[in-house]
Nanobody, 124 residues
């Protein structure tokens, strides 16, 4: 069983930056693909970014490309999402997810484990 714990969510002004983290409690973290998704009030959960087990394959939603960056530290069992140039429409609960097949991907169905989420609010 994999437990994922997100942290770092906060209230930030438009144009600001924030980094959210996801710590995994599993010895085989380095073999899992990881993804970030978000869900705004009244909307469906949507893909944000993903990274393969090695970090060699990355993918981003068009809405965040050039502003967000996903990375991982396998020694710390942690995946990060660096968010720059934040906009009010980035406001959502951000969830990390783990894919035991090592790939990740854009579909939520590809993931086996989910965290509880962390709130990111972009507002002046």
């Amino acid at each position: 069983q994999v437990q994922l714990v997100e942290s770092g969510g906060d209230l930030v002004q438009p144009g600001g930056s924030l980094r959210v983290s996801c710590a995994a409690s599993v010895a085989t973290f380095s073999s899992h693909g990881m993804g970030w998704f978000r869900q705004a009030p009244g909307k469906e959960r949507e893909f944000v970014a993903c990274i393969s087990w090695s970090g060699g394959a990355l993918s981003y939603a068009d809405s965040v490309k050039g502003r967000f960056s996903i990375s991982r530290d396998n020694a710390k069992n942690t995946v990060y999402l660096q968010m720059n140039s934040l906009k009010p429409e980035d406001t959502a609960v951000y969830y990390c997810a783990a894919d035991r097949d090592g790939i990740g991907g854009r579909s939520a169905d590809a993931y086996d484990y989910w965290g509880q989420g962390t709130q990111v609010t972009v507002s002046s």
